[in-house]
């Protein structure tokens, strides 16, 4: 099912292969992918929503991402570390936010595309597994600041 409404949306929107995708372009959509991942976890624990917002907050920062990044980074393919590697290589038209370490921003540059290239090409299962193992071995970080 997942694969059809791939095919469905790519014939329709003549959106290019994944795998020829600009690495900003995945990680456009693996940013959102990562949100939604990250807030459905926490309305899952039935928190208030200001708590939720506060934490989500931190869960999607880019020192967070990045961090991330790192703890999974034994568990990836060759195919899914040339992803992210082609994502933390990307040169944005803009510079890193203020607020962020440029080393982190590229960094969590590199995650989001990654999340976005496994969303793209329907690997959802080992999508789901990389956030989760991401999520749990980086919760001390985030959950310090609760």
Do not use: C, F
């Amino acid at each position: 099912m997942r694969q059809e409404w791939l095919d469905a949306v790519r014939g329709e929107t003549g959106a290019p292969d994944p795998r020829e995708m600009n690495p900003l372009q995945m990680a456009y959509i693996g940013d959102t992918v990562h949100d939604l991942y990250v807030r459905s976890i926490l309305l899952s624990r039935g928190m208030p929503v200001g708590k939720m917002h506060r934490q989500a907050v931190r869960m999607v920062s880019a020192a967070a991402q990045a961090r991330m990044l790192e703890a999974i980074t034994p568990e990836l393919t060759q195919e899914e570390a040339d992803v992210a590697r082609r994502g933390r290589n990307a040169q944005a038209k803009h510079a890193a936010p203020k607020h962020a370490d440029p080393a982190d921003y590229a960094h969590a540059t590199a995650l989001e595309a990654l999340w976005g290239y496994l969303y793209v090409t329907g690997q959802t299962k080992r999508l789901s597994a990389l956030i989760s193992m991401a999520l749990a071995r980086t919760e001390d970080i985030w959950l310090k600041r609760s």
